[in-house]
């Protein structure tokens, strides 16, 4: 009997590049992978997470943006986003990026708009590379505040309640 190929498995926390600066957030920490000319990821870190001072012009750049938008919820990023997802994920992406500060949509509503599902709108929200940039914490349940980063408890949602309300959402 021949075997099959085993499909690729999810390389995980432990095998993602490393990042380019780690930098303390009033809810964690907040991890930058930023190795190239593009920012690739940025990722949410437990408050007790080992901070790491920027490694290139990039990293920086991006660390100052995210503590002005921190000090700032109208703080307008300008960075060099890598383009990254499915045709369909862009969209979704795209239409979080436009949801204004200080509002919310569910997923239901993203998902109306895109032809698509809540589930399939909520996938693309927990699987965004470039959250607070591509602000998905604005995107909602119907009936409450939803899922963060695939996550319903935990120190991911607290983080979602805590940039709602640093937009005055919540």
């Known amino acids: 009997m021949t075997q099959l190929p085993r499909p690729l498995q999810n390389p995980g926390p432990a095998n993602r590049p490393t990042f380019c600066a780690v930098m303390p957030a009033p809810f964690g920490a907040i991890?930058?992978?930023?190795?190239?000319?593009?920012?690739?990821?940025?990722?949410?870190?437990?408050?007790?997470?080992?901070?790491?001072?920027?490694?290139?012009?990039?990293?920086?750049?991006?660390?100052?943006?995210?503590t002005r938008y921190l000090a700032d919820p109208d703080f307008v990023f300008?960075?060099?986003?890598?383009?990254?997802?499915?045709?369909?994920?862009?969209?979704i992406w795209a239409a979080i990026a436009a949801i204004p500060r200080g509002q919310t949509r569910t997923y239901g509503a993203l998902a109306r708009d895109a032809g698509s599902i809540a589930r399939a709108v909520g996938q693309a929200c927990g699987d965004n590379p470039l959250p607070i940039v591509v602000p998905c914490?604005?995107?909602?349940?119907?009936?409450?505040?939803?899922?963060?980063?695939?996550?319903?408890?935990?120190?991911?949602?607290?983080?979602?309640?805590?940039?709602?309300?640093?937009e005055g959402v919540i």
């Open 31 to 66: 991890g930058i992978a930023a190795p190239g000319k593009l920012v690739e990821r940025i990722e949410f870190l437990p408050p007790a997470h080992v901070l790491v001072a920027p490694v290139n012009a990039l990293a920086e750049k991006t660390a100052n943006q995210i």
């Open 137 to 166: 914490h604005r995107v909602v349940a119907a009936s409450g505040i939803g899922g963060f980063a695939h996550d319903t408890r935990g120190f991911l949602i607290d983080t979602k309640r805590w940039l709602l309300g640093h």
């Open 78 to 91: 300008e960075l060099p986003l890598a383009r990254q997802g499915t045709a369909f994920r862009r969209r």
